[in-house]
C-alpha cells in the first residue's frame, strides 16, 4: 500500500498571500489529520476530518482552514501568511484494522518571507 | 488537557551505550505510539502498544506500554549512529483525538 503523500514538498510565499496544502492518504483510510510543527512549539494539532466532516479542531486562528473530498484526499489552506506560518505541515491518516494509530507524510516544509 | 511528558528532552550518547526514553501522562489511553523523525521528513511509526504491561521488542528497541496505560518507555540497547533523530510518542484516547509529547533528541555519535 502506498503511504501517506503530501504536496508539494517546499513551498515559500510572502506575508499576505494564501497557501493550499494536499494531503493523500492510505487508501482506505477516511480519518485525515493536520499538524504544524515547529522547533518552538513542536508537534501542534490543527484539524482532523472524517468523511468529508470536521471532527475535532486546535486551537488556531480561522485563517487556518480544511476541507476533505469524497476520497478522503484533504487539502489545508492558510489565508494571509504571517511570518510565524513558516513550519513543517503534516498530514496523517488513519483507517484500517488500527483506527487509533496515525500514518504520517513527508510533510511540507511551508517558508514565509 | 491531556498532557504528556516526554524525558530527557535531549540526549547524546557514544555508539554502543544503552538508553532509556520515557512518556508519562496522568490519563489512560487507549493505545500509545513512538515514532521517529528526522530532519524536514514526517514521523515514521515505530510500535503501536495497546495492552496494559505489553511490551514489544524491534530489533534493539523494546517498548513497554505501562500496567495502567498512562505510561511507555523506549530502551535501545547498543545504539548506533543511524538511531539518531526525534523520538515521539503519541497517546490515543477518544476515536480522532491524540496528545503527542514534546519529543526527545537523541544524537548518538559514532
Known amino acids: 500500500k502506498a503511504g501517506v503523500t503530501q504536496t508539494p514538498r517546499y513551498l515559500i510565499k510572502t506575508r499576505g498571500q494564501q497557501v493550499t496544502l494536499s494531503c493523500s492518504p492510505i487508501?482506505?483510510?477516511?480519518?485525515v489529520s493536520w499538524y504544524q510543527q515547529t522547533p518552538g512549539q513542536g508537534l501542534q494539532f490543527l484539524f482532523e476530518?472524517?468523511?468529508?466532516?470536521?471532527?475535532n479542531k486546535g486551537n488556531f486562528p480561522g485563517r487556518f482552514s480544511g476541507r476533505q473530498f469524497s476520497n478522503s484526499r484533504s487539502e489545508m489552506n492558510v489565508s494571509t501568511l504571517e511570518l510565524g506560518d513558516s513550519a513543517l505541515y503534516l498530514c496523517?491518516?488513519?483507517?484500517?484494522?488500527?483506527?487509533?494509530?496515525?500514518?504520517f507524510g513527508p510533510g511540507t516544509r511551508l517558508t514565509v518571507l | 488537557t491531556q498532557l504528556l511528558e516526554q524525558s530527557p528532552q535531549f540526549l547524546s550518547i557514544q555508539e554502543g551505550e544503552n538508553l532509556t526514553v520515557y512518556c508519562n501522562s496522568s490519563?489512560?489511553?487507549?493505545?500509545l505510539q513512538w515514532y521517529r523523525q528526522e530532519p524536514g521528513e514526517g514521523p515514521v511509526l515505530l510500535v503501536t502498544?495497546?495492552?496494559?504491561?505489553e511490551v514489544k521488542k524491534l530489533k534493539r528497541l523494546t517498548f513497554q506500554f505501562g500496567d495502567a496505560r498512562k505510561d511507555s518507555s523506549l530502551h535501545i540497547t547498543a545504539a548506533q549512529p543511524g538511531d539518531t533523530g526525534l523520538y515521539l510518542c503519541?497517546?490515543?484516547?477518544?476515536?480522532?483525538?491524540?496528545?503527542f509529547g514534546d519529543g526527545t533528541t537523541l544524537t548518538v555519535k559514532p
Open positions: 490519563s489512560v489511553f487507549s493505545s
Open positions: 502498544v495497546v495492552t496494559g504491561g
Open positions: 496523517a491518516s488513519r483507517g484500517g484494522r488500527s483506527t487509533d494509530t496515525q500514518y
Open positions: 476530518y472524517f468523511s468529508e466532516t470536521q471532527r
Open positions: 503519541a497517546g490515543a484516547r477518544d476515536a480522532g483525538k491524540s496528545t
Open positions: 487508501s482506505g483510510h477516511r480519518s
